[in-house]
């Protein structure tokens, strides 16, 4: 029985977490130099349309068509076959089959843009957009087919409410891997890498907790108390991650900073995102504050260490998935979900143990599939980064003869 | 005639501008110039990673006067724009062969 609430709600949160993905675009273009503004935006936009693509005409099939052994759907939904007006038996009862289907499209959109800030600056259009086709098909589809099609992580008893593993902790450990494969950019170290508009990445900042509201609350895939649950622990999570963040640079450097205010935020955002609609307010806030400190740490770590991941996608995302993951097995309460689970502080130890094998798992399988996908791609197109005279003057110029500011 | 050259602290252009005004200099040119000198750069902070910025901004503005006005000009620059902090500027005062004004072709210290 479709409900007009629910629905009305559902197509809502899609358009909203479409805008995410321009939005991402802003925040991780802010931070790039000035010659390399559109190459960066360019590579996070055009996933709309790669994705888009690729989960009309197999991916929405293999993540949630009808289950082949625990660890992919069938090809029965391919081109959005039976996918109608009508709900699936299955998925969101409440709900026209194509509102989720579109919905969980969102999904699959921005997972891969979210790698783009791990390679930015440095890594070729055509290869990109190669390697992210891949692994949308290879690394996206299944994980999410084991968490939310009913695969075998589902059987276990992994939970992820909005895709601390499916989105931020695959995307994470594929940026991991894409820092280690293509290696820092020229003059890491010796030349200046400051962001060149931090007002842009503060835009991208705000457009994407927006955006977050619909990617949680619309998780919830109803509009009912556990979206609004999930409404709420979104928004004290990224208001903790922020405050956190900004009072530890206070503290260390003696001044607050706009891109730590950013971070924070969005630390926070992605961190309470496996757990929103199954914890309470207050667990958000720790939860928030946990992120705040960690991705931090993380963050400082990573520029002492000489690893570039130009723009702090394990730090931020990656890591932030994980830590989100585990604290749903801590602070997981069937008084806030009864669909969800009791997690350790409610007595629950098995339940935290679960949640970490979904992380090893997870992170694993992304990484090193990721690797792999990486060097094939390499073979495929004969380099992944761009030369070192492009480098030099810009992917603006040299990938898309544009220049994004002509004063 | 002289030309005199002044890179000063791009706060301190108004008070030098009205305070030239007020001796009866009359027209002015003004360039965004980044340098360092003694007070060398300063130090960014993004997301912990520690960048020294050497390059400081100062304008630089460029009178022409007749001779005999070079130390009223340049007293009148250094009140001016005077903080006592490291960082204040320079002032430069060089020959000047001649002036023409574009309009009517007049010469020297007419064309000023």
């Given at each position: 029985?479709i409900n007009?609430?629910d629905?009305?709600?559902?197509?809502l949160?899609a358009a909203m977490?479409l805008?995410?993905?321009?939005a991402?675009?802003?925040?991780?273009?802010?931070m790039?130099r000035?010659?390399?503004?559109?190459?960066?935006?360019?590579?996070?936009f055009i996933?709309?349309?790669?994705?888009t693509?690729e989960?009309i005409y197999i991916?929405?099939s293999?993540?949630?068509?009808?289950d082949?052994?625990?660890?992919?759907?069938?090809?029965?939904m391919?081109?959005?076959?039976g996918?109608?007006?009508?709900?699936?038996?299955?998925?969101?009862?409440t709900?026209?089959h194509l509102?989720?289907?579109?919905?969980?499209?969102?999904?699959?959109?921005?997972?891969?843009a979210?790698i783009?800030?791990?390679?930015?600056?440095?890594?070729?259009f055509?290869?990109?957009?190669l390697f992210?086709l891949?692994w949308t098909?290879?690394?996206?589809n299944?994980?999410?087919?084991?968490i939310?099609?009913?695969g075998?992580?589902?059987?276990?008893?992994?939970l992820?409410?909005a895709g601390?593993l499916v989105?931020?902790?695959?995307?994470?450990?594929?940026?991991?891997?894409?820092?280690?494969?293509?290696?820092?950019?020229k003059g890491?170290?010796?030349?200046?890498?400051?962001?060149?508009?931090?007002?842009?990445t503060?835009l991208g900042?705000?457009?994407?907790?927006?955006?977050w509201?619909?990617?949680?609350?619309g998780?919830?895939?109803?509009?009912?108390?556990?979206?609004a649950t999930?409404?709420?622990n979104?928004?004290?999570?990224?208001m903790a991650?922020?405050?956190?963040w900004?009072?530890l640079?206070?503290?260390?450097y003696?001044q607050?900073?706009?891109l730590?205010?950013?971070?924070?935020?969005i630390a926070?955002?992605?961190?309470?995102t496996?757990?929103?609609?199954?914890?309470?307010p207050?667990?958000?806030?720790?939860?928030?504050?946990?992120?705040?400190?960690?991705?931090?740490?993380?963050v400082?770590y990573?520029?002492k260490?000489?690893?570039?991941?130009?723009?702090?996608?394990?730090?931020?995302?990656?890591l932030?998935?994980?830590i989100?993951?585990i604290?749903l097995?801590i602070?997981?309460?069937k008084a806030?979900?009864?669909?969800?689970?009791?997690g350790?502080?409610?007595?629950?130890?098995?339940f935290?143990?679960?949640?970490?094998?979904?992380v090893?798992?997870?992170?694993?399988?992304?990484?090193?599939v990721?690797?792999?996908?990486?060097?094939?791609t390499?073979?495929i197109?004969?380099?992944?980064?761009?030369?070192?005279?492009?480098?030099t003057v810009g992917?603006?110029?040299?990938?898309h003869?544009?220049t994004?500011?002509?004063? | 005639?002289?030309?005199?050259e002044?890179i000063?602290k791009?706060?301190?252009?108004?008070?030098?501008k009205?305070?030239?005004?007020?001796?009866?200099?009359?027209?002015m040119t003004?360039?965004?110039v980044?340098g360092?000198?003694r007070?060398k750069g300063?130090v960014?902070?993004?997301r912990?990673?520690?960048?020294?910025v050497?390059?400081?901004?100062?304008?630089?503005i460029?009178?022409?006067?007749p001779?005999?006005?070079v130390?009223?000009?340049?007293?009148?620059?250094?009140?001016a724009?005077r903080?006592?902090?490291?960082?204040?500027g320079?002032?430069?005062v060089?020959p000047v062969?001649?002036?023409?004004?574009?309009?009517?072709?007049?010469?020297g210290?007419?064309?000023i």
């Amino acid at each position: 029985m479709i409900n007009t609430g629910d629905t009305a709600f559902i197509m809502l949160s899609a358009a909203m977490v479409l805008l995410m993905t321009p939005a991402l675009a802003l925040f991780y273009a802010g931070m790039v130099r000035s010659k390399n503004v559109l190459g960066t935006i360019l590579q996070s936009f055009i996933m709309i349309a790669v994705v888009t693509f690729e989960w009309i005409y197999i991916g929405y099939s293999m993540s949630f068509g009808p289950d082949v052994g625990g660890l992919i759907g069938n090809l029965s939904m391919v081109a959005l076959n039976g996918v109608g007006s009508e709900p699936s038996p299955t998925y969101a009862t409440t709900i026209p089959h194509l509102v989720f289907m579109i919905y969980q499209c969102m999904f699959a959109v921005i997972t891969p843009a979210l790698i783009t800030g791990a390679v930015a600056e440095r890594m070729r259009f055509g290869p990109f957009i190669l390697f992210s086709l891949f692994w949308t098909i290879v690394v996206y589809n299944p994980v999410c087919h084991w968490i939310w099609g009913g695969g075998w992580l589902a059987d276990k008893g992994v939970l992820d409410f909005a895709g601390g593993l499916v989105v931020h902790l695959t995307s994470g450990a594929a940026a991991a891997a894409a820092v280690l494969v293509l290696g820092p950019r020229k003059g890491l170290g010796r030349d200046k890498f400051m962001p060149h508009n931090l007002p842009m990445t503060l835009l991208g900042t705000g457009l994407l907790w927006f955006g977050w509201f619909g990617f949680n609350g619309g998780s919830a895939l109803a509009a009912d108390g556990i979206a609004a649950t999930a409404f709420v622990n979104t928004h004290v999570a990224g208001m903790a991650g922020l405050a956190m963040w900004v009072a530890l640079e206070w503290f260390l450097y003696k001044q607050p900073t706009t891109l730590g205010a950013a971070s924070g935020a969005i630390a926070g955002l992605a961190t309470v995102t496996p757990a929103a609609g199954f914890i309470n307010p207050q667990a958000a806030v720790f939860i928030g504050l946990l992120a705040g400190f960690s991705c931090f740490a993380a963050v400082t770590y990573k520029n002492k260490a000489g690893f570039d991941d130009s723009l702090d996608v394990v730090g931020i995302h990656g890591l932030g998935g994980v830590i989100g993951t585990i604290c749903l097995g801590i602070f997981a309460s069937k008084a806030s979900n009864p669909g969800g689970a009791d997690g350790l502080l409610a007595g629950n130890a098995s339940f935290l143990t679960t949640q970490i094998f979904g992380v090893v798992v997870v992170g694993a399988y992304a990484f090193v599939v990721s690797f792999i996908l990486l060097k094939i791609t390499d073979i495929i197109c004969g380099g992944l980064r761009v030369s070192i005279e492009d480098e030099t003057v810009g992917l603006d110029q040299t990938a898309h003869s544009e220049t994004a500011y002509n004063m | 005639m002289k030309k005199i050259e002044a890179i000063i602290k791009p706060f301190k252009l108004d008070d030098v501008k009205d305070a030239l005004n007020q001796i009866g200099i009359t027209g002015m040119t003004l360039t965004d110039v980044k340098g360092y000198g003694r007070q060398k750069g300063h130090v960014e902070i993004y997301r912990g990673a520690e960048y020294m910025v050497d390059f400081i901004p100062k304008v630089k503005i460029g009178i022409i006067v007749p001779s005999e006005k070079v130390d009223e000009v340049v007293e009148t620059i250094i009140s001016a724009a005077r903080t006592g902090k490291i960082g204040d500027g320079k002032i430069f005062v060089l020959p000047v062969d001649n002036v023409i004004r574009v309009r009517t072709g007049e010469t020297g210290s007419e064309a000023i």
